[in-house]
Structures are given as structure tokens and as C-alpha cells.
């Protein structure tokens, strides 16, 4: 059984969609980042940086014991090469996918996260309006490159359905939000529309992690401590003690 320690957004939905598309048995641990779940001692063994998602896998391949893991990308990695699907074995073919799988990772979701959090504040921290257009205008770029990777070749990385796409997908599907046309990226376009139509995505969409959140039932006093919990945030301290052997 795989454990996720997760909470409904792009970067979860990436695991939760993988995980679908491969049948593998999943028990889901709310991780509710709003309230600083993400923060507690027992998520940071697991995932030191207090970002969710992370796994544990109780039954890892080489047959030790449980195994955990932090970072999306890794986290598919290690699921789809467990599984034997959607992550090729062939060395070109892997690094295909492995350039588009830290593609995403290091320019589509930190990029279109910054699109959202400025839009989110726009008309509430005082002028915006530049962060706004350098998100919106880099949004608009990794669109282009993904309709351009596209217009020749069915997913990402090439002719075969695999995690490049998986984890790709779960950023684009609020391109509304983000400001962005999706009639400007027709190859794009195609290559949402057919995996937006596949059943496992559609349920890895669809999964929770307990009753939805009104944001207005929460008292101004909550709201300022997430906000605070959440935003500019700086380095935790390390414990006193090392726990290393001194030489």
C-alpha cells in the first residue's frame, strides 16, 4: 500500500493521476496545507522541505522495509519504474522523459505558482501590476513551449503516454485563471483535450482529502495566521544537537 501525504493541488494531483492511470492500491493522508500541516514534526521525517506531496511505499521492490519519498517528480519516477509503466527503460527514450519531467519542475510549476499568487493578490497588496505581467508574459511562454513541443508528436515525449504528461497536465487546467487563451496553442490544445478525456485523470482530479473549505467561513484571525504561516517564509532552525559521532 502507498501512502500519500497529500492535499488537492497541481502538485498532488500529478501523483494521484500517475497513481490511477497505474491501478496501484493508495490510502490518501491529509496533508491540509492551509492550516500548517506540512509544518509537524511527523510530515518533516518524510518531507523536509514542507512541501506535500510525499509517499511512503510499505511494500518497496526490493523488499526492505518502508520507503519514503519527497518531490512530485521523484515521486513518479519511483512509482512508474516500480510499476514498469509510463517511464521507459530504453536510455533515449527515459531522457526524453526525464528533461520534460524537470521541465516542470523547475520552470512550469514554480512559473504558473508565481502567476497565481500575484493574481491572487492583485487589488490586496498595494501595485501588483508588474509582477502580474512578468507571470502572466512567462505563462504565456511555457504554453508556447508546449504547443510547439506538441505540434509534431502526440505527448511530450513522443508517441507514448507517459509521466512527462501526467505531470504536466494538472498545471494547465486552470489556464483560465492564469490569464491565458487556450485557442492560441491549437497543438496544445489537442493534447489537453485528449488527456482531460481519459477516466484515470479524471478521477486523480477528483480525489480529496476531507470536506471542502468555505475560505469565507474563517475568521480574519485565521486567515492572517495563514497568510503569515504561508508567505515569506525563512529557514527553520536546526536542532542544537547534530546527532553525528564528532571525530
Given at each position: ?5 497529500y492535499w488537492p493541488t497541481p502538485n498532488g494531483k500529478k501523483v494521484t493521476i500517475l497513481l490511477e492511470e497505474l491501478g496501484t492500491p493508495y490510502n490518501i493522508v491529509p496533508c491540509h496545507i492551509g492550516k500548517g500541516d506540512q509544518f ?208
Amino acid at each position: 500500500m502507498i501512502d500519500v501525504h497529500y492535499w488537492p493541488t497541481p502538485n498532488g494531483k500529478k501523483v494521484t493521476i500517475l497513481l490511477e492511470e497505474l491501478g496501484t492500491p493508495y490510502n490518501i493522508v491529509p496533508c491540509h496545507i492551509g492550516k500548517g500541516d506540512q509544518f509537524k514534526a511527523e510530515f518533516l521525517k518524510i518531507g523536509p522541505n514542507n512541501r506535500m506531496p510525499a509517499i511512503v511505499d510499505h511494500e518497496p521492490a526490493d523488499g526492505g522495509p518502508p520507503i519514503s519519498i519527497f518531490e512530485s517528480g521523484a515521486i513518479m519516477m519511483y512509482l512508474a519504474e516500480k510499476a514498469g509503466r509510463f517511464y521507459p527503460s530504453e536510455l533515449r527514450r527515459r531522457y526524453e522523459v526525464n528533461q520534460w519531467v524537470i521541465w516542470q519542475m523547475a520552470n512550469q510549476g514554480p512559473k504558473l505558482g508565481e502567476c497565481g499568487h500575484f493574481l491572487r493578490l492583485e487589488d490586496k497588496q498595494g501595485d501588483q501590476s508588474y509582477a502580474v505581467r512578468r507571470f502572466t508574459d512567462e505563462a504565456n511562454r511555457l504554453y508556447g513551449v508546449l504547443n510547439n513541443r506538441l505540434y509534431d508528436r502526440r505527448y511530450l515525449a513522443g508517441d507514448e503516454y507517459t509521466i512527462a504528461d501526467m505531470i504536466c497536465y494538472p498545471w494547465t487546467v486552470n489556464w483560465k485563471g492564469q490569464r491565458q487563451d487556450i485557442e492560441e496553442f491549437k497543438y496544445f490544445k489537442r493534447w489537453f483535450e485528449e488527456l482531460s478525456a481519459r477516466p484515470a485523470v479524471q478521477r486523480g482530479l477528483a480525489v480529496t482529502a476531507g470536506p471542502t473549505e468555505d475560505p469565507d467561513s474563517l475568521s480574519a484571525e485565521e486567515r492572517e495566521r495563514r497568510t503569515k504561516l504561508l508567505y515569506n517564509q525563512r529557514a527553520r532552525p536546526a536542532p542544537a544537537e547534530s546527532g553525528l559521532v564528532s571525530l
